[in-house]
C-alpha cells in the first residue's frame, strides 16, 4: 500500500527552481508554462506553500504577459525557511493549489 501512495505522490505534476545570486533580492518567482498546463483554467489569485516544518505561506498568484508568478508573501516564505545561499526547491500540485516544496542547500 506504501509502495502504491508513494507513486501516485511522485506522480503529482511538479517543477524544481534553483534560487541563488540574484534571485535572492526578487519577491517573486516564476512559474514554468509547462506546469502551468496541469492546473486550471480559472487559477485562484492566491497558493499556499508548506515548507519542510509544514508551516504555512499564503502568496499572491499573477498571471500576465510574460508568465505567471508566485508573488506578495514570497519573501516572507524565504525568510521563514532561512532560504539564502544556493537552494534546490521542488514545487507539487495537490489538486489544490497547494504547493509544497522539499529543500536542499549547498550547506546540507
Same mark, same amino acid.
Given at each position: ?12 505534476? *511538479? ?12 519577491? &517573486? ?5 509547462? +506546469? #502551468? !498546463? ?17 508551516? *504555512? ?12 508568478? &508566485? ?5 516572507? +516564505? #524565504? !525568510? ?29
Amino acid at each position: 500500500m506504501e509502495k502504491q501512495r508513494l507513486k501516485i505522490e511522485d506522480a503529482r505534476p *511538479h517543477f524544481f527552481k534553483i534560487i541563488y545570486g540574484e534571485d535572492i533580492k526578487q519577491h &517573486l518567482v516564476l512559474i514554468p508554462r509547462d +506546469f #502551468m !498546463k496541469h492546473l486550471p483554467q480559472e487559477m485562484p489569485n492566491r497558493a499556499t506553500l508548506t515548507g519542510p516544518s509544514g508551516s *504555512h505561506w499564503r502568496v499572491s498568484v499573477k498571471k500576465d504577459a510574460n508568465g505567471t508568478y &508566485l508573488q506578495k508573501g514570497w519573501k516572507e +516564505f #524565504m !525568510k521563514g525557511n532561512n532560504l539564502g545561499g544556493y537552494e534546490f526547491l521542488t514545487f507539487r500540485y495537490d489538486g489544490n493549489m497547494l504547493m509544497c516544496q522539499n529543500f536542499q542547500s549547498q550547506w546540507s
